[in-house]
């Protein structure tokens, strides 16, 4: 089923669902040469609803097919966000002595006569390579009544302890849990009431250890929380990360209580996790986000459908002054699209923007090298009939900025149309960026992965330009390529795995 995939606010690079609603990516497992994404989905509205776990598959992360509904709502509620494993071993019994995939994710149903919820904990199994599922019949398989928030397991084996660990949202807090079957699980620990970001609800964790790119043999372990909107954060819902230890039964935090370490700076990307069980998982995970914000996520003015996941990307952690950082790069396999581009050199911007190529069809990859000169901000424009976004750098105050107060369709939200900035310091005097435009979105990468920033936007229909401008003096543009993109529904898959 294939709808409106020529819309012009269409993702064409970007996983977006058949038709309707889709929020958080979930169950992301690989086996047998091919990765699944399933995801939060309402398949008969473009509005949240009854959540289902939409299913896909794709052999490069980059082409996805479209597969049937994994999991429907039933007697134990709505289907919402959880993770799957490859059960090696059959510590589950279900799979006659093989191996196969499990889904743990949360049941959500209303208590009668009032507007609360009850959320737990069920699995289901899949003996045909994640076609079709089978709910346990011993669901739920974890619950507890005094916590109204209490969801989005995240599942991982731990090896030293032999043991599965679970950690899970419950409101301003995590709790971990250990199964030898994941069936029966018991409570191992609990964190962060007093630590991060509680601008919002705790939701959709995700608990990895990674080594640190510089080749020594120390490894972390990272903690990735999302946190939900509240209305007086005008950021909305985002994600943040600690960076710490884990034996096998508790997290610690290895930075100050109140050190708040954003994954993206953008708007859009939430709810994100990381695959189990990927090649190379020992020394990088792959993640994928939902490239949405709870704040206007229902509102956004897409036709047909509503919702897209962010580039699937790299994580790596990276030591940094302040101490080990994740590091984001998008996967390797997308460079597989680039069409021929054009290359720019050693070239001096001022106010005169200087005009680039046309972006036909508003699918584009630019790597960019600034020298910073006299200008006090610089940066790049795309631009779409009358409407414009600009990636920008604003030299006093060191700090990269995205601005889509002129990005075309606004008014869905008052609080859409906004510019905002994250802090980037020069290297070298040189900035470098690297930018994905996909119609309707802008993922930026800066200093090699360690700052990115994703954002939605909804241009009016015009003719597309890029062009550079420097406001207060000028800059010197050391380098620039530009590779229009295929769409991923004309490409061809390329095979390897990014
Ligand atoms: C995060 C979230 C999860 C929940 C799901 C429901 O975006 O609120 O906590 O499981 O969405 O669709």
Request: proline fraction near 6%; charged fraction near 20%.
């Amino acid at each position: 089923m294939k709808h409106n995939l020529d819309h012009p606010l269409r993702p064409q690079l970007h996983f977006t669902p058949p038709a309707n609603w889709l929020n958080d990516p979930n169950g992301m497992v690989y086996y047998d040469g091919e990765y699944h994404l399933f995801y939060q989905y309402h398949p008969d509205s473009s509005v949240w609803g009854p959540m289902h776990w939409g299913h896909a598959i794709s052999r490069d992360l980059v082409h996805w097919e479209h597969y049937p509904i994994a999991l429907y709502p039933d007697h134990n509620g709505m289907i919402f966000s959880g993770s799957a494993v490859v059960d090696w071993h059959d510590t589950s019994g279900f799979f006659d002595g093989g191996a196969g995939l499990v889904a743990i994710y949360t049941q959500t149903e209303m208590i009668p006569n009032s507007d609360l919820s009850k959320q737990r904990q069920s699995i289901a199994y899949s003996k045909d390579k994640g076609r079709t599922w089978i709910p346990y019949d011993g669901n739920p398989v974890l619950a507890d009544e005094r916590y109204p928030d209490f969801r989005d397991p995240k599942v991982l084996w731990h090896k030293p302890s032999q043991s599965w660990i679970m950690v899970l949202a419950a409101g301003d807090r995590l709790f971990l849990y250990r199964s030898p079957d994941l069936k029966a699980w018991t409570f191992a620990s609990e964190f962060g009431s007093a630590e991060g970001s509680h601008d919002g609800v705790w939701e959709c964790p995700d608990l990895f250890e990674l080594p640190l790119e510089d080749g020594a043999s120390a490894s972390k372990w990272v903690m990735i929380v999302s946190i939900g909107d509240n209305p007086n954060c005008p950021e909305g819902s985002r994600t943040q990360y600690f960076i710490g230890e884990f034996d096998g039964w508790a997290f610690s935090n290895d930075n100050p209580a109140d050190r708040v370490l954003w994954l993206d700076h953008g708007r859009d990307n939430y709810a994100g996790v990381t695959w189990s069980d990927a090649p190379g998982v020992e020394s990088e995970r792959l993640f994928i986000g939902w490239m949405n914000n709870w704040k206007y996520a229902n509102q956004i003015p897409t036709e047909g459908w509503r919702g897209a996941m962010t580039l699937t990307r790299k994580l790596t952690l990276r030591q940094e002054e302040q101490g080990p950082r994740l590091v984001q790069q998008v996967v390797e396999a997308y460079e597989g699209l680039r069409l021929p581009g054009s290359v720019w050199i050693d070239k001096r911007v001022d106010s005169q923007h200087l005009q680039l190529d046309e972006a036909e069809d508003g699918l584009i990859q630019l790597e960019v090298e600034f020298e910073l000169g006299t200008a006090s901000e610089f940066g790049i424009r795309l631009s779409s009939g009358s409407s414009w976004t600009s990636v920008g750098y604003d030299a006093a105050e060191e700090e990269l900025f995205i601005d889509r107060t002129h990005s075309g369709l606004l008014d869905f939200h008052v609080e859409f149309g906004c510019k905002h900035a994250a802090p980037l310091a020069a290297k070298d005097h040189r900035i470098k960026l690297q930018l994905w435009l996909d119609r309707s979105s802008l993922e930026v990468f800066a200093g090699d992965g360690g700052l990115v920033m994703t954002d939605q936007i909804f241009p009016i229909e015009g003719k597309k330009g890029i062009s550079l401008y420097a406001d207060g003096g000028d800059v010197v543009l050391r380098s620039l390529r530009i590779y229009p993109l295929q769409s991923i529904y004309t490409s061809q898959t390329t095979g390897a795995a990014g």
